[in-house]
């Protein structure tokens, strides 16, 4: 059975950091494609960052350089680095694992899916 679990978020001042993590038991983390989403109540679920492959990278374009997401695949674990962070990235973040190899932030493209962490930015 996969598991994803997220690490507790936080709430931050903006311009404010912090760091979100992805623990995965029943899903090895190797080159298949993993992706932090994130959604606001009543909107879209949209993707944030993905990683693929051994060190590739794709971000939204709402990230502009503040976000980094790495993998440590001996611990399983998926990270986001999140710095310069802004009141509209308040939001909850979910981490999501797929089968394929290939970089995407596409919700359907993902079969496996944490509970979700809340994120929360004050001015």
């Known amino acids: 059975q996969v598991q994803l679990v997220e690490s507790v978020g936080g709430s931050v001042q903006d311009g404010g950091s912090l760091r979100l993590s992805c623990k995965t038991s029943?899903?090895?983390?190797?080159?298949?494609?993993m992706t932090w989403f994130r959604q606001a109540p009543g909107k879209p679920r949209e993707g944030v960052a993905s990683?693929?492959?051994?060190?590739?990278?794709a971000y939204a374009d709402f990230v502009q350089g503040r976000f980094t997401i790495s993998k440590d695949r001996a611990k399983n674990t998926l990270y986001l680095q999140m710095s310069n962070l802004k009141v509209a990235d308040t939001d909850m973040y979910y981490c999501?694992?797929?089968?394929?190899?290939?970089?995407?932030?596409?919700?359907?493209?993902?079969?496996?899916w944490g509970k979700g962490t809340q994120v929360t930015v004050s001015s």
């Open positions: 999501a694992a797929g089968l394929e190899y290939e970089l995407s932030l596409r919700e359907n493209e993902y079969v496996y």
């Open positions: 029943g899903y090895q983390i190797n080159s298949r494609a």
């Open positions: 990683t693929a492959m051994i060190r590739a990278t």
